[in-house]
């Protein structure tokens, strides 16, 4: 067991009693301490509950950020699956926070808190928030989407947990010893007197260093996987054939102009061998994402390295982050710009990038302030461990009648998973995916009580449920989709990601692979043959690095 470090406290008393006595009836004010440790991931190993609700996110692959972990939440929200759209009084489908028990179940939840920093010194960006997950079938509140695929696996729209003490730290790291920032943030009473906020004071440093101590002098033992075994198969639940009728459904729809793409999934099943814990330990060190994470709560925990910003609110500013683009990096620095050239240079990647930018600037510009919104970086390469992308920016400014629910609303779920048009090309992926996604490419996402949140696409993501892990992975089907090779080529994107974790395992691995499914049948519906055709998704080739792919 290691020796716990000492916390400092940053927070002085008479700044936080200053604080609390400017703040409205009931808002938080924060305290912070900071230790020592040596990794972040290590530290909540040490601070989690193995029964308990937690979640872990962090920004890495070099890129500037803050990382963060929270254990035991204060309360917990969850919105079920049977959750359904509550239609706006003139009959209209358009997105709305009102109409999503999901997402007005988050806007009450933010309208209840407010956070108060005054000279607290407090610059953590989330020093307490609600944080969590939305289901991909949020999109059903927002929409009417028809009800042809299985609800086979009952997992909630929305599940959030609200943490009133975080640990967080600034990335990128130097690889040395890291500074954890340790908050806590109490409810400060109407009339509160000095008396009790002296005692708020007392008694949230003592929250904050008893999450220090956990997070330095824990043990970070995980419990056992919850199936024994030394082989996990990851199989299909479909198979080739049928998700070539899949594709070539899609490829009809895209021939008789209702969609000009549509990224159609399959998911990959296998029995839960590893620890989720394990796995996402060994995921980010081999494949370090910019929005990876692993969120902890009983009906699933998720193992995700996440490249995509959905949406990130900061005040009354907006912005989006589209990836529409991916090669491998090349073994050479020659071989790399050679890499860029042909990314940068293909008229198909350049189109459908165009088309998802201005999907992008549409759904912003439902909730900006007219004439804002803008396009502040266009076709950039970003470049990771096995990939580069090609990314741009788009930002608005937040119109004063928008909440950050509402924001969340205009752009969920994002158009690069979906395709273009938005609403009539997810009525098109629930005709002819037949089960529903549930977390895949909806969003981990970070909600703060003072005007701003972060939210990723859970792309790139294992989903621990029932003793199993669900993958799911897809490809863009445009009019000369072949198949056979979208198939393939989400087969390569799974086993990718598999064989990365299993190869970054300490114990040498649990045999976990991704098999081909041909024989796994599963009961098509909803696709027409007559009615429903699609391309190699062409941000993704079909041999595809580490974890590249949707």
């Known amino acids: 067991m290691a020796d716990p470090a000492t916390p400092t406290v940053e927070t002085r008393r008479d700044a936080f009693c200053a604080a609390a006595a400017d703040a409205p009836a009931g808002a938080r004010v924060p305290v912070e301490l900071s230790v020592s440790v040596t990794d972040p991931f290590e530290a909540y190993r040490r601070a989690r509950n193995e029964d308990g609700d937690g979640f872990f996110v962090e920004t890495t692959g070099g890129q500037p950020g803050w990382g963060y972990f929270g254990v035991d939440p204060e309360t917990r929200i969850r919105v079920g699956s049977d959750a359904e759209t509550r239609a706006d009084d003139d009959g209209g489908r358009g997105p709305s926070t009102d109409a999503s028990p999901s997402l007005s179940t988050l806007d009450a939840a933010l309208d ?11 610059e953590v960006p989330y020093p307490c928030g609600l944080f969590g997950w939305l289901s991909y079938d949020v999109a059903r509140e927002l929409e009417s989407l028809p009800a042809t695929a299985t609800d086979d696996r009952n997992l909630p729209h929305l ?187 293909d008229e198909k990647e350049r189109a459908e990038h165009a088309m998802l930018v201005d999907l992008e600037r549409n759904d912003l510009g439902k909730v900006s302030e007219y004439g804002s919104v803008d396009v502040s970086e266009y076709r950039r390469v970003d470049r990771y461990s096995e990939v580069m992308h090609l990314v741009s920016v788009v930002e608005g400014r937040r119109r004063a009648d928008v909440s950050v629910a509402d924001a969340v609303a205009a752009v969920f779920p994002g158009g690069t998973i979906t395709g273009a048009p938005k609403p009539r090309t997810m009525e098109i992926i629930d005709d002819v995916e037949a089960t529903r996604r549930g977390p895949y490419t909806g969003s981990i996402g970070l909600f703060g009580f003072d005007d701003r949140a972060t939210l990723n696409i859970v792309i790139r993501t294992l989903v621990h449920h029932d003793d199993e892990y669900h993958l799911r992975v897809g490809a863009g089907i445009v009019h000369d989709s072949d198949p056979d090779d979208e198939y393939d080529e989400t087969l390569a994107k799974g086993r990718a990601l598999v064989n990365a974790i299993d190869d970054a395992l300490d114990d040498g691995g649990h045999g976990m692979r991704v098999v081909d499914g041909d024989d796994a049948t599963e009961a098509e519906h909803g696709a027409n043959e007559e009615e429903n055709d699609a391309k190699t998704d062409r941000t993704e080739p079909a041999q595809t690095p580490a974890g590249d792919g949707r």
């Open 112 to 122: 209840e808190e407010t956070l108060v920093r005054g000279a607290t010194g407090v």
């Open 159 to 345: 599940r959030l947990g609200l943490f009133d003490r975080v640990a967080a730290w600034e990335e990128p790291r130097d690889g040395g010893e890291t500074t954890l920032r340790v908050t806590a943030c109490p409810r400060v009473p109407s009339g509160a007197s000095d008396e009790e906020v002296n005692a708020l004071y007392d008694a949230a440093l003592e929250r904050a260093r008893s999450l220090a101590e956990r997070a330095t002098a824990g043990d970070g033992s995980v419990g056992s996987a919850a199936v024994d075994g030394d082989e996990a198969q990851f199989e299909s639940d479909c198979g080739r054939d049928a998700f070539a009728d899949r594709v070539r459904a899609v490829k009809r729809y895209v021939r008789d102009g209702d969609t000009f793409q549509a990224n159609v999934s399959q998911r990959l099943v296998a029995p839960a061998v590893v620890h989720p814990v394990e796995a996402y330990d060994a995921l980010r060190r081999v494949n370090p994402a910019p929005y990876s994470g692993l969120v902890e709560f009983p009906d699933a925990e998720l193992v995700s390295a996440s490249p995509e910003l959905l949406v990130q609110v900061d005040g009354d500013r907006l912005v989006t982050e589209p990836i529409a683009g991916t090669r491998p990096r090349g073994e050479t620095p020659a071989a790399d710009a050679e890499l860029e050239a042909d990314l940068t240079t």
